[in-house]
């Protein structure tokens, strides 16, 4: 793994960040190297100093605070437990960006293709405030399907999507390609392949 953000950390608390991501192999099907993030989430310091990195993202080059966030939203459902702090961080409320019919009507709904079949995510209709500058917020960047929907879904609902950022970057899956119109930054990024 790479270090990214995770710079700002001192170095021991950074490897110690990366060594809480485990692999898990053939999971969730053979072939794929699948990257937990269930011990970071489970260890207090380990994911303090992960809300920290993101705040600290969204607070670089006057985005964050009053200078240009206004909310953050996150991706089902790792993404609920990365966003939702780093809103409370930025005193900032928080969006759930949820899989279809999850959230009571009325909801505004992105499509999108996955690569073993297709999916959709929703937001509540009338939560984002149009012009409202979002965050989003999820745990892997893979082939940047999930995370273009989402942005998508932002955009549609009126909101501006002030960026992305997500814990783990898989490079070899080339998914920061796909949102090569939006500011991307990542704590980290690997090499091995996972799901989206």
Same mark, same amino acid.
């Given at each position: 793994?790479? %270090?990214?953000?995770?710079?700002?950390?001192? =170095?021991?608390?950074?490897?110690?960040?990366?060594?809480?991501?485990?692999?898990? @192999?053939?999971? =969730?099907? =053979?072939?794929i190297l699948f990257k937990d993030i269930t011990p970071l989430l489970a260890d207090a310091q380990g994911l303090a100093d992960v809300i920290e990195a993101f705040t600290r993202l969204a607070l670089a080059d006057g985005r !964050?605070?009053?200078?240009?966030?206004?909310?953050?939203?996150?991706m089902e459902a790792r993404?609920?437990?990365?966003?939702? @702090?780093? #809103?409370?961080?930025?005193?900032?409320?928080?969006? @759930?960006?949820?899989? #279809? !019919?999850?959230?009571? *009507? *009325?909801?505004?709904? &992105?499509?999108?293709?996955?690569?073993?079949?297709?999916? #959709?995510?929703?937001?509540?209709? !009338?939560?984002?405030? @149009?012009?409202?500058? &979002?965050?989003?917020? %999820?745990?892997?960047?893979?082939? !940047?399907?999930t995370a273009a929907a989402a942005a998508q879904l932002v955009e549609q609902c009126g909101g501006v999507v002030a960026g992305l950022a997500f814990l783990l970057e898989l490079e070899t899956l080339h998914g920061r390609d796909r949102l090569a119109r939006y500011n991307v930054d990542t704590l980290l990024r690997v090499g091995a392949s996972s799901g989206d």
């Open positions: 793994m790479t %270090d990214v953000a995770l710079s700002g950390l001192l =170095p021991e608390r950074a490897t110690r960040v990366r060594n809480l991501i485990v692999d898990v @192999p053939d999971f =969730p099907s =053979p072939g !964050g605070g009053t200078g240009g966030i206004d909310v953050v939203a996150g993404g609920f437990l990365l966003g939702t @702090p780093v #809103a409370h961080a930025l005193g900032l409320g928080f969006l @759930p960006l949820r899989k #279809a !019919g999850k959230l009571p *009507p *009325p909801t505004e709904r &992105v499509s999108y293709d996955l690569e073993y079949g297709s999916a #959709a995510i929703e937001l509540r209709s !009338g939560t984002l405030t @149009p012009g409202a500058r &979002v965050l989003i917020i %999820d745990d892997v960047l893979a082939t !940047g399907g």
